[in-house]
């Protein structure tokens, strides 16, 4: 264990939803906070003030709040924090570890073209580190604005020992140049803003995503001229879709956003358990995959985090959160999924003991709980589609007409109240015409629900009543003539 007190933080950016990485990298800082004893720290990187928007915001937070991610400060905001920005700016100015540029942005474009033509790497060429007082009141006058650039030091390899992926070492002159860290309006950059943000808050421990390697480097040094003491980090690796792609809101739509799995109705117990598993394994026994976060506290450790890139795979998300829907009492399915049903379903027709035997039938084949209204839709309505190939197939055969008929014939001695004996009144009709399997039972399933799969047909007929067996049976024989 550290002997400080571990501090860690995650801080997404309002410019956009809330990250599957993000998340999976906040229950790493999570985990690895809770372990040491350590606090977990929220921050808002809000300084993009075109990009920014609340409603970014308030999904971050409520993102967190229902995966039941827990912080012990924050959240603090960047945007709060301007004025220190500046000061510590013009800290470095002062000491001589960053100047002003006053390079224009066709002078930066003309220096990549020239880069790109000559087939070397493209990069800031630091052509105004060593400005004099007069040249730079002659850019002034001529009403030239400067942003501020920190002095990387030369042909210098940046080093440290990084807790997933081991030692790295960056070259400076591999950095492309002095990286602006205060722009002319006085909005800090990234790399500044996030150093002095660590600094500040004494963040020892800086766990994120390996594209943030080249940050690093940068950062490193600026720690450094600012006398903070420099975090120990941990990168760990990107989730990348099966075609070896980034996984992107850009490229690949909402599957990167959090609140897509909360409006189709992911478990968070599902999704938290998904992703800790993407790259982290338990050291006791590897194979089982099935854990509570807060079971896991003590065994997490950063070297246990794959190097190798994570696999975005749908189909393992989804057998997660089909073990954590059975789990659920049919009264808490009944809650986590009546937003749903409601949304396209009248309940009222039917009692609500009647809607959970409906919601127990399908239980154990849902990938999410907005596939429960689609899938018991039938007994509130009849509009299906009886006409598609496979329906039409298995409705028009002559066996098909004499079931029809001697359902009908028997539908007043039918115990509707009985799930059992709906099934066995059925199953009588089908030793009188010598049928059984999918040639007695498909017809009517297809008749009275549209498919010939789905729930117990004895508790279809049960639920759905005599007027509406009789009903359906009839429009199907119609249809038929």
């Known amino acids: 264990?550290?002997?400080?007190?571990?501090?860690?933080?995650?801080?997404?950016?309002?410019?956009?939803?809330?990250?599957?990485?993000?998340?999976?990298?906040?229950?790493?800082?999570?985990?690895?906070?809770?372990?040491?004893?350590?606090?977990?720290?929220?921050?808002?990187?809000?300084?993009?003030?075109?990009?920014?928007?609340?409603?970014?915001?308030?999904?971050?937070?409520?993102?967190?709040?229902?995966?039941?991610?827990?912080?012990?400060?924050?959240p603090y905001y960047q945007s709060e924090r301007l004025d220190l920005y500046k000061k510590i700016g013009?800290?470095?100015?002062?000491?001589?570890?960053?100047?002003?540029?006053?390079?224009?942005?066709?002078?930066?474009?003309?220096?990549?073209?020239?880069q790109r033509a000559a087939k070397v790497p493209e990069k800031y060429d630091n052509r105004h580190r060593s400005l004099t007082e007069e040249q730079k009141k002659k850019l002034v006058a001529e009403g030239k604005k400067s942003v501020i650039r920190f002095k990387l030091p030369d042909n210098t390899d940046i080093k440290w020992n990084d807790e997933?992926?081991?030692?790295?070492?960056?070259?400076?002159?591999?950095?492309?140049?002095?990286?602006?860290?205060?722009?002319?309006?006085?909005?800090?950059?990234?790399?500044?803003?996030?150093?002095?943000?660590?600094?500040?808050?004494?963040?020892?421990?800086?766990?994120?995503?390996?594209?943030?390697?080249?940050?690093?480097?940068?950062?490193?040094?600026?720690?450094?001229?600012?006398?903070?003491?420099?975090?120990t980090f941990a990168h760990a690796p990107l989730i990348f879709t099966h075609d070896r792609e980034k996984l992107s809101k850009r490229k690949h739509g909402d599957i990167a956003n959090i609140d897509k799995?909360?409006?189709?109705?992911?478990?968070?117990?599902?999704?938290?358990?998904?992703?800790?598993?993407?790259?982290?394994?338990?050291?006791?026994?590897?194979?089982?995959?099935i854990f509570k976060i807060d079971e896991v506290i003590d065994q997490f450790d950063l070297g246990r985090i794959s190097k190798s890139s994570a696999v975005?795979?749908?189909?393992?998300?989804?057998?997660?959160?089909?073990?954590?829907?059975?789990?659920?009492?049919?009264?808490e399915m009944f809650d986590m999924s009546k937003k749903f049903l409601e949304k396209e379903l009248n309940l009222s027709l039917y009692p609500k003991e009647q809607v959970l035997q409906m919601i127990d039938s399908v239980k154990a084949g849902l990938n999410k709980l907005d596939e429960i209204p689609g899938l018991i839709k039938f007994f509130f309505d009849d509009k299906f589609d009886l006409s598609s190939g496979e329906n039409q197939k298995i409705i028009s055969t002559e066996s098909a007409k004499k079931i029809f008929d001697n359902v009908l014939k028997a539908i007043d001695s039918i115990n509707f109240q009985n799930q059992a004996d709906c099934k066995k009144t059925i199953d009588n009709i089908g030793k009188e015409l010598s049928l059984k399997g999918k040639d007695l039972y498909w017809p009517l399933r297809v008749a009275l629900s549209g498919s010939n799969k789905g729930p117990d047909?004895?508790?279809?007929?049960?639920?759905?009543?005599?007027?509406?067996?009789?009903?359906?049976?009839?429009?199907?024989?119609?249809?038929l003539v």
Not at 264 to 284: C, F, I, Q, R
Not at 314 to 321: D, G, I, S, V
Request: glycine content about 6%; overall charge neutral; charged content about 30%.
């Open 1 to 74: 264990m550290p002997q400080k007190e571990v501090r860690v933080r995650i801080a997404p950016s309002p410019t956009g939803s809330l990250h599957l990485g993000t998340v999976r990298t906040a229950f790493y800082n999570y985990l690895f906070a809770k372990k040491n004893k350590g606090k977990f720290i929220l921050r808002i990187e809000d300084t993009d003030q075109q990009r920014n928007k609340d409603e970014y915001t308030k999904e971050i937070l409520d993102g967190f709040k229902w995966l039941k991610i827990n912080f012990d400060e924050g």
């Open 90 to 114: 013009q800290k470095l100015l002062d000491e001589g570890k960053a100047y002003q540029c006053f390079c224009t942005q066709e002078e930066l474009d003309e220096l990549r073209k020239i």
């Open 164 to 231: 997933i992926r081991g030692h790295i070492s960056v070259n400076t002159n591999d950095l492309g140049g002095d990286p602006v860290i205060m722009r002319a309006d006085g909005i800090p950059l990234y790399n500044f803003a996030v150093v002095v943000d660590d600094g500040d808050m004494k963040i020892n421990y800086v766990i994120r995503g390996d594209d943030h390697l080249h940050n690093t480097a940068k950062q490193i040094p600026i720690f450094q001229a600012l006398g903070y003491e420099v975090p």
């Open 261 to 289: 799995y909360q409006r189709e109705g992911y478990l968070p117990e599902a999704l938290a358990n998904y992703l800790v598993h993407m790259s982290w394994t338990k050291p006791d026994r590897p194979e089982i995959e």
């Open 312 to 331: 975005y795979d749908l189909t393992k998300l989804n057998w997660f959160n089909n073990h954590y829907i059975k789990e659920k009492s049919l009264e």
């Open 457 to 479: 047909l004895g508790l279809i007929i049960s639920l759905l009543g005599k007027e509406k067996v009789k009903a359906r049976i009839e429009k199907v024989l119609k249809v």
